[in-house]
């Protein structure tokens, strides 16, 4: 079985949730427990095979098929696609998973939101596939600027 996935790699860990889609589980954890306003947030994302065969995961070209939900399930829910893209080039990566194996990433979030305001926000991961789409919900904690060590 083939799933399609788009995701940007970088880099992290820390606040995790997990999400369930079928064929993949989604655990999403940021690198901190809380981020000052205009600092960089990168997600480490966990895909897990939770079938008994392997599975091909294509995580496609950057990171144009997933997208974020802010509020999910509020009357304030509101759809993120990717605002900002950073360039750079655009990669293929495949992979085959066995059963229970793991295939770890990291996306930069900023390039779906850039909090202005100190607060928790909640997201929800999504990542559309051809039969399902896989889901993982996570916080992000906003504080004021960080002071410069």
Known sequence: MKIPVSLLILGAIALASTGYGGDLALKVETQQA?????????????????TDHAVTVDLGYNQQAIFFVLNPGS????????????????VRDQQTLQPKQNLSRFVVFDQWFRPVAQ???????????????????????????????
């Open 34 to 50: 809380a981020y000052g306003i205009g600092e960089p947030v990168v997600l480490h994302c966990v895909f897990t095979n939770e």
């Open 75 to 90: 009357p304030t829910e509101k759809k993120l696609p990717i605002a900002v893209h950073h360039g750079g080039m655009s």
């Open 119 to 149: 607060g928790d926000y909640q997201f929800e991961f999504h990542l559309p596939m051809e039969q399902q789409e896989v889901r993982a919900p996570f916080i992000l904690h906003v504080v004021r600027r960080m002071r410069p060590t």
